[in-house]
């Protein structure tokens, strides 16, 4: 099978999975705890698995020993939140979790197709539905950053607005910065996190980013075929992954899409399918259709040339993870609203660590 393929494959099965999940029913409240050992939750893409992300999981480790690592690796359409396909699947960037220091990798959600609101949001319900004790981030060293980290480790929520960062408890304005991605993400969870009523005070664990790593030069030495000057950068059990499964022809896939299926909605969803879609609207929907009434798309080029740029940097890109998947606003806002309405482990230590997984989070889980 080629990687093309694989990608197809990917995208099919995965969208059967997001209407299965759809039709669920929403988690219960999960029981009371039944031992005491704590968890540690960390959201991470691991695309791949950086010496960043080891550094992160062992500092969380070493502060919190004897806890159960929980690793959240986004699954369904194996999008990342850029928008963009990851370099693995995600049965083996739970793989590597496992063989560097993880004792549990669960599905997280469905990135590439929502906006950065959805998913933080469906993030901190995965937070809550774990019951999680600690949750570490990594974040890059800026003019002001660490006030803003300090009232999160006070338990306040922080909301990025445009060219403004508030406090939620006190309505304070305490930055007008832009923020760097990673630190982005920290405070939008925290946001998160306060609206489902989550106390995250002292939850967190924040952890300095490491220098001399990036995941874009990784990514970019692995389609190249040379390792030698990224080896560094990554664990061994990243690279002896990487290395096999690029010998099995599932991998790399960053560069990837279901182009066909990206080409064929944009020519031939109507403007009013176009404007269901989740990210989409009536002006977007129009646009299409006006330019595919003068020209058929034939690329994925010509689909990204007429998406504006949006308010985030990401946007044509999560648009075109929207046309892959065919997945409507309706559908994600139904989608979120249950989340999870399944827990799915994608890969575990051991039977002892998925036990003890099952009494700490008071409720079942289905294996990947």
């Not at 995208?11 to 997001?18: A, E, H």
């Not at 909605?265 to 929907?285: D, G, P, R």
């Not at 044509?316 to 993870?321: A, C, E, G, T």
């Amino acid at each position: 099978m080629t990687s093309k393929n694989i990608v197809k494959d990917i995208i099919l099965k995965d969208r059967k999975t997001f209407y299965k999940d759809l039709d669920l029913s929403p988690l219960s409240e999960s029981q009371s705890n039944q031992n005491d050992i704590n968890l540690i939750a960390d959201f991470t893409e691991y695309s791949p698995l950086h010496n960043g992300h080891f550094h992160c999981m062992k500092e969380a480790i070493r502060q919190v020993p004897d806890s159960l690592f929980v690793a959240i690796v986004p699954g369904l359409f194996e999008r990342s939140g850029r928008g963009l396909p990851y370099i693995l699947p995600r049965q083996y960037r739970g793989e590597i979790a496992i063989s560097v220091g993880a004792d549990i990798v669960v599905e997280g959600p469905p990135m590439g197709v929502m906006g950065s609101g959805q998913y933080s949001l469906c993030l901190g319900k995965m937070f809550k539905s774990l019951n999680t004790d600690f949750i570490p981030r990594g974040y890059k060293v800026t003019d002001g950053f660490d006030e803003i980290l300090n009232r999160i480790s006070k338990g306040h929520g922080i909301a990025p607005k445009p060219y403004k960062i508030v406090d939620m408890d006190t309505n304070e304005i305490i930055s007008n910065n832009k923020l760097e991605e990673d630190n982005y993400v920290i405070v939008s969870l925290s946001k998160s996190l306060t609206r489902l009523g989550f106390d995250f005070k002292d939850k967190f664990i924040f952890v300095k980013r490491i220098s001399g790593v990036s995941g874009t030069l990784i990514r970019e030495a692995i389609s190249s075929g040379n390792f030698e000057n990224v080896e560094k950068m990554m664990p061994q059990n990243t690279i002896d992954v990487l290395k096999r499964e690029i010998d099995a022809g599932n991998c790399p896939l960053h560069n990837l899409r279901f182009d066909e299926e990206i080409i064929n909605n944009a020519n031939n969803l109507t403007a009013m399918e176009l404007s269901k879609l989740n990210l989409f609207n009536e002006k977007l929907a129009e646009k299409f259709v006006n330019s595919r009434s003068e020209k058929s798309f034939n690329s994925i080029e010509d689909v990204k040339e007429i998406i504006s740029q949006g308010f985030s940097s990401h946007y044509k890109n999560r648009v075109l993870s929207v046309l892959e998947g065919n997945v409507g606003s309706s559908d994600i806002s139904n989608y979120i609203e249950k989340y999870p309405s399944v827990i799915r482990v994608i890969d575990y230590k051991n039977k002892d660590v998925l036990n003890k997984f099952k009494e700490k989070i008071g409720r079942d889980y289905v294996l990947f």
